[in-house]
């Protein structure tokens, strides 16, 4: 019988903290150790088996963040509630915002001549002359032209208004847009509104649209953003990979460097041309008549493939110069100029030519405000030029029946249509009609004050009321507004928010 022994310091041995990675022992070596292991485990301290995966579940939608145990294949529950929260939330996004998007491409593409009153060919004049309300009472009778004073009469005679013009068919002639008589039921009447906010509220309260009408184009300008927001990443990495090649030797500087801008502003062009389609469509939904029988379009798929079966296919709707220029060039000024404007004003006001968003994060939001506002006057002239060459049907398309007044006769491209707005329209919103002062007048028997009117009106003439330089600005207010609202919750919220409120 051996004795203990009388000290066990010399049994002990420091435990080993490496890892150790042992293949699974074979069922005969696993029972000649079993009782090994018993003997060991009672000794032991127990383990603890510590998991880096989380089982809880994402309380957006339901969804989940753990895999199957099985991680060769993929959830598909999962990714089509991923689908569709993005979906949702970029539908809810544009919902947000679509009433003053809705009312600006309204006054843009609103046509507001100077009322020249020009005579059209092949209208003669009526022999009936129409006469407004409130000119003859009830109670006048035949019998008094009789004991009337001549002057008088021929006072009277002269203040009627003159006879109207009719075409062959015996149909009267709208000689002025601001003729109320003449106004077609789905129109809404031209300078009523002075701004985006004014235009919103008329197209709310006109009988033939509704409230409803603020979100117009609402599905389609949803699958445009999505689709950008989805293809503009695509774009610039195959750009880079084509333009820009990695190169062979890894120590070698990339290429792109010496050219910031070009991917960034080549990417945007290149997705926005792609997309071009969907913008066209979005334009003639929002700006055709919601009445049922004036209505173009049912829908976009309706709006794509009569603007695909009447105005060219294809080709027409990606190549014809009065698309492919404004949208090339719309493309590129709404990309270029928040890139380049922003250090351009940086330099210019003395805050540095090296400032940059890590190391002058205060200063460089100022410039980008700055920036974005002094970019507008470049980029908003050529949106609203696209807007007006989108409104005009090509082909053997009809006149599309919109809401608000078109040109009668289209535009030539881009340059034409900057030169006819700026020669032919007016600038001065609202516009002040001279027939409800002239029913005034007559209402109240006072000659004197018809006349004061028109004198006034004369005097109180400004020089936009001969220019229509404002109607290239529409919409100028909204989105100064808008850059404030970015700038503003970059101050509070310490980052970029998203920059899609400032594209309204």
């Given at each position: ?22 293949p699974p ?38 969804l ?5 145990e099985d ?89 009627l208004?003159p ?14 847009v601001?003729e ?30 509704g ?44 290429s ?54 009447q ?93 608000v ?26 516009v ?16 004197k004050?018809?006349?004061?009117y ?10 936009t ?40």
């Amino acid at each position: 019988m051996t004795s203990p022994p009388s000290s066990l310091r010399d049994l002990y041995a420091a435990p080993s903290n490496a890892w150790s990675f042992a293949p699974p022992l074979p069922p005969a070596a696993s029972e000649n150790t079993l009782s090994i292991g018993a003997q060991a485990s009672s000794s032991s301290s127990p383990s603890y088996q510590w998991s880096t995966r989380t089982n809880g579940t994402n309380p957006l939608f339901d969804l989940s963040a753990t895999f199957d145990e099985d991680e060769s294949g993929v959830d598909v529950t999962v990714l089509l509630k991923g689908l569709a929260a993005a979906a949702f939330m970029q539908y809810a996004t544009t919902a947000l915002v679509m009433p003053w998007e809705v009312g600006k491409l309204l006054l843009q593409v609103q046509w507001v001549p100077r009322d020249t009153g020009e005579v059209p060919r092949g209208a003669v004049l009526t022999t009936d002359v129409i006469e407004e309300e409130g000119e003859l009472s009830d109670d006048s009778n035949e019998n008094d032209a009789y004991f009337a004073d001549p002057a008088k009469l021929d006072s009277a005679s002269s203040s009627l208004p003159p006879p109207r013009l009719a075409d062959e068919r015996g149909y009267v002639v709208r000689q002025s847009v601001l003729e109320e008589g003449t106004i077609p039921e789905y129109v809404i009447p031209v300078g009523t509104a002075n701004g985006t906010w004014g235009m919103m509220k008329q197209l709310g309260r006109f009988r033939a649209e509704g409230w409803l009408s603020l979100w117009k184009g609402l599905l389609t300008s949803s699958i445009n953003d999505a689709l950008f927001a989805v293809l503009e990443p695509l774009c610039h990495s195959l750009l880079q990979a084509v333009l820009f090649p990695p190169p062979s030797d890894v120590l070698a500087a990339p290429s792109s460097s010496s050219s910031p801008l070009l991917l960034p502003v080549a990417s945007h062009v290149l997705t926005g041309f792609i997309l071009s389609p969907l913008d066209l469509i979005r334009t003639r939904l929002i700006i055709q008549s919601s009445l049922p029988r004036y209505r173009t379009y049912s829908g976009p798929i309706d709006a794509l493939q009569q603007i695909l079966a009447q105005e060219g296919g294809l080709r027409g709707v990606y190549l014809h110069p009065h698309l492919l220029i404004p949208a090339l060039l719309d493309c590129t000024l709404r990309a270029l100029i928040p890139l380049a404007l922003p250090g351009i004003v940086a330099s210019y006001l003395g805050f540095g030519t090296r400032l940059t968003p890590e190391t002058h994060p205060l200063l460089w939001t100022v410039a980008e405000l700055l920036g974005s506002c002094a970019g507008l006057l470049v980029t908003l002239p050529i949106e609203t030029v696209r807007r007006r060459l989108q409104a005009q049907v090509r082909g053997n398309a009809k006149p599309i029946k919109a809401c608000v007044e078109l040109r009668p006769a289209p535009y030539n491209g881009v340059v034409d249509a900057l030169w006819h707005i700026i020669t032919e329209e007016r600038s001065d919103l609202p516009v002040k009609r001279k027939g409800r002062a002239r029913k005034a007048a007559h209402a109240k028997g006072k000659g004197k004050a018809a006349e004061g009117y028109e004198e006034e009106g004369v005097e109180g003439e400004s020089w936009t009321r001969n220019t229509g330089i404002g109607q290239l600005y529409r919409g100028l207010g909204m989105r100064v507004a808008a850059s404030f609202a970015v700038f503003v919750l970059a101050m509070v919220g310490g980052e970029e928010p998203d920059a899609g409120w400032a594209e309204l």
